[in-house]
């Protein structure tokens, strides 16, 4: 007889948010305890989509989701670059596991469909260079992430100048940051530093308009759903990484 899983509705067959609840926010400087590879080398992404290994042991990551939630993002971009590989790295132990859950259940009710997408558990504002070689991403996504409020908290924030150089470096020209708040201040920060750096430049008006993916940012997550239901504001930053031009 087979047994039903009680963290998993009996409907959808979909782990139910409720088992997996965790604090908001983690301390990302804190240590933590979880493997960690020592370079993209040791990263074995065949762990994570099997199926597309099985055809091509050449592809790689080109979609990093910072701070993943519960994998709203990730699920919608899956069926939209169905052939483009993606991950979420979050820092919180049992929201990771209800992504992992969560695509193991689509998987089995969608035969064929989110074998590209996968998540892992890391510090994100630590490992980057752990997980990506140089050049490696095409997009990188930061939806909702904690404001830190206080300035002595600032350093801990995901986007900021010296994390920006990190980004850059495994961005490869061309490649797009994605950033969206409901917290004003929080959306000047992220803007200003961006638009400071030397190896992003914004996305004009046209080519906003233009991208999918700007879309789903305001409704495929947790965090901007529930912004959308109280009719909150939001600020949006996408920038893209540009080439570096070499000297004379």
Known sequence: MEVSNPTHSKTTGLPRKRFYRARAHSNPLSDSHFPVPISPSQFDSTLHYPQFFKSDSSKKIEFADIGCGFGGLLISLSTLFPDTLMIGMELRDKVTEYVKERILALRASNPGQYENVSVVRTNSMKYIPNYFEKGQLTKMFFLFPDPHFKEKNHRRRVISPHLLDEYA??????????????????GVWMKSCLEGHPLFEALPEDELEADPVVKLLNTATEEGQKVARNEGQTFRAVYRRIATSLPH
């Open 169 to 186: 470096f495994v961005l490869r020209a061309g490649g797009i940051i994605y950033t969206i708040t409901d917290v004003e201040e929080l």
